[in-house]
């Protein structure tokens, strides 16, 4: 009996009492092939000696000041590190706890901003419906997993929602990837005039899309035309980097790839790869300038931001992957990893779309490939994957079908980032097997 009051409360999980590279083993000795890093979080593996020496090192020092009184050391460096990599001038960066945090904060930074420079009528937000931006009150609302969402609907703060890039089912058969853009952009250039753009704070999207719909990437030009149209109306643009982010998709920022920069951007998992718990939140000189120079404050806050051993573990662990060219590794077994799901389920007659940007791909399962008719929920089939896969020895991320009912259930790949060409044959293998069987499972 477990007094954990995990998510289920059916059912009893494995223990995981240690990892190895890409394993996580449990407490009867089973190892798994940690094919999504959890939820795409454990981008350097498991038991990195360096990460955890950094961690015991700080914890031995100095473990927490609160930032209220005191800056540390870590937070100073992690901060310089990732200011001089990040884009554009997103250069003021803002530590907190996790991916939820961050999206609060970026949320609330975006309606300081507004009233910094004396525009207090905006206060809308417009997201996308296939978008999943966290649990918080503010950030469920800005998302758009209904499964998520429909519990908490009436206690949600009102966002607007617009169509998600999402070429594999919303591009018209013919319709070149411009004229798709095109139609995007005017939907919410539509949008926020419906609204009133003097009401509209901020556009916020994740560049490519995780938990919802299984690494949905942007034709390229979305991103360039969804900032022209809020440049156009004075409205911010704000990217969830959070899952896609921290050299996930091949390149630090996934942004970079879409030719975008957005007003602030923040992300989490990859950032401290599960070593420790943290978030970073990136705010433009527009942004942070105005507040400086205004009333001087960010009014927000937590007890734990900028957490000395956090920030030292991610420090650590970011140090690792550019000091031995992980996203180079990224890119390399991102092509491997493609061309192995496409040889195992590029024929497969209940995979529909195969797709991502390096390390982060997704398979789409539908019932039917010509009509790309989706199964029916009755029929488990993320749950039943996400079983067989642990029988296998693999975890793996299924999610299912959530925009509307619309899109097919899914399964979300993303291997931390110093896999080996043996592993992605290992992971193709396993994942080929649990879907197999989950089929056969639910036609049983
Ligand atoms: N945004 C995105 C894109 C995410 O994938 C997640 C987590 N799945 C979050 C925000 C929320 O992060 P956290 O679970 O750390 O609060």
Redesign the pocket.
Known sequence: MSNVFHRSCHGSLPVAVGGEGVYLIDSTGKRYLDGSGG??VSCLGHGHPAVIEAIQKQVGSLAFAHTGFFTNEPAEELATFLADRSPGTLNHVYFIS??????EASLKLARQYMLEIGQPKRCRFIARRQS?????VG?LSVGGNMARRVPYAEMLIDVAHVSPCYPYRDQGPGESDADYVARLAAELDAEIERLGPETVLAFVA?PVV??TAGAVAPVLGYFKAIREVCDRHGVLLIL?E???GMGRTGTLFACEQDDVIPDILYT??GLGAGYQPI?AMFASEKIYGAIRDGSGFFQHGHTYMAHAAACAGALAVQKVIEGDGLIENVRRQGDTLDAALHERFGNHQHVGDIRGRGLFRAIELVADRASKATFDPSARLATRIRARAMDEGLVCYPGSGTIDGRNGDHVLIAPPFIIRETEVAELVDKLGRAVDGALADAAA
């Open positions: 939820a795409a996790g991916g939820s945090e961050a999206a999943y931006h966290g649990n918080t950030a994740e995780g938990a969830d959070v899952m896609c989490a998992k978030g």
